[in-house]
């Protein structure tokens, strides 16, 4: 599930938010059913004030039919 979702916003935000230096925080929810349908939802947070020169995404993928979420993450990455 989590390469899953770090390959979404990789395809949809290029190499760079995902490629090292990064630090990929994690919970996994639940289950994901197979075979079933999943949907990977990725959003830009905003940098804590400790830390302004990250950059910030935070994810997390749902069961298509129940829209419960399985994981949940963020990624920081250093610029």
């Known amino acids: ?3 899953k979702c ?3 916003i990789e395809k949809h ?3 760079d938010a995902v490629s090292a230096p990064v630090c990929v925080r994690v919970w996994f929810k639940g289950p994901l059913f197979v075979p079933g349908k ?3 939802r ?3 947070t905003a940098p804590e004030a400790t830390a302004p ?3 910030h ?3 997390q993928m749902e069961e ?3 829209g419960t979420p399985c994981i949940v993450g963020e990624i920081s990455r250093l610029d």
Do not use: D, N, Q
């Open 38 to 40: 999943a949907v990977v």
């Open 13 to 15: 935000k290029g190499a």
């Open 64 to 66: 298509h039919s129940m």
């Open 53 to 55: 020169s990250h950059r």
């Open 57 to 59: 995404c935070g994810f």
């Open 1 to 3: 599930m989590l390469s």
């Open 6 to 8: 770090l390959a979404e």
């Open 42 to 44: 990725f959003w830009e």
